[in-house]
């Protein structure tokens, strides 16, 4: 630990710190290809369990939405006893291990392979299930799995977005009203007595609510700091908490964090609550 807050020395690395650090990257490479590997299994395993289920609703025959759910809800929960995990969570992984095995199988080997790791593979599964042709999204695939093999998650998720946009067969304005339909809202407590709130809609509509809400932060602290001006107190100059020193973009923009989500309407989004197992006829 001493070593490793140690000054550096004023005419750089040494030759022994450079061999260190070649072995130390050489080592972490190996231990992440590892891990990859591991990961596959794990989505593997998922997609087996989730077979076992699906094969139990199969057999049960029950149309009653309550009882095609049971089985996956078993086994999930089973698992989630195991890891000391939630159910629901649980659910979430067994169903994208299902998909990965089934619609993205190559993503699959290329992660038991370390060609790419667990974010690509999240980047693929999140960007590619919106095309249902099985053709089409193959090529897709093998597009998109050049481009992970040599560049980072966040740029695969923008180029593998782009380009399922333009092998779409649908129209923008029927995919969007399809999504449309599984609007949602959430809320995630935080500390000291605070919460986020997470909306899903429509983008013009997100965008026109976030600036509402900057000129009307506007408004209140310029109306604040003239109250202030006048001898007033300037409480309420950042929005009418003391101490709050939040600007009006830090409060109107929305967080990132990855929450669950609660419909507006009767439609779901893929990832919102537990999975809804198929019907069989």
Do not use: C, N
């Not at 929960?77 to 992984?93: F, G």
Request: overall charge neutral; aromatic content about 2%.
């Amino acid at each position: 630990m001493t070593d490793l807050l140690a000054p550096p020395s004023p005419m750089g690395p040494s030759p022994d710190d450079g061999d260190r650090l070649r072995a130390l990257v050489a080592e972490i490479r190996a231990v992440t290809a590892d891990v990859a590997r591991l990961q596959a299994t794990l989505i593997r395993r998922r997609a087996e369990v989730m077979q076992i289920a699906l094969a139990e609703v199969a057999r049960a025959g029950s149309r009653a939405s309550r009882g095609r759910e049971m089985p996956i809800r078993s086994a999930a929960l089973e698992i989630a006893v195991a890891t000391k995990s939630h159910d629901l969570t649980v659910q979430r992984e067994l169903d994208d291990a299902y998909t990965l095995t089934e619609k993205f199988s190559s993503t699959v080997d290329a992660l038991e392979s370390g060609r790419i790791t667990l974010r690509h593979v999240q980047a693929v599964l999140e960007t590619g299930v919106v095309i249902d042709d099985d053709e089409t999204r193959r090529g897709w695939e093998e597009v998109v799995l050049s481009r992970a093999e040599r560049d980072s998650p966040a740029r695969v998720r923008a180029f593998a977005r782009e380009l399922a946009e333009s092998v779409q067969p649908e129209g923008m304005t029927t995919r969007h009203a399809r999504a449309a339909r599984a609007r949602g809202v959430s809320v995630r407590d935080l500390a000291d007595g605070m919460a986020e709130l997470s909306v899903i809609l429509p983008a013009t509509v997100a965008y026109g609510i976030r600036d509402r809400l900057r000129r009307q932060a506007a408004v209140i602290r310029a109306s604040s700091r003239a109250v202030a001006g006048d001898g007033g107190t300037d409480e309420l100059a950042t929005g009418g908490l003391p101490g709050d020193t939040a600007t009006a973009a830090d409060r109107a923009t929305p967080s990132r964090a990855d929450t669950p989500r609660l419909p507006l309407t009767s439609g779901r989004s893929r990832r919102s609550g537990p999975i809804s197992a198929p019907t069989f006829s």
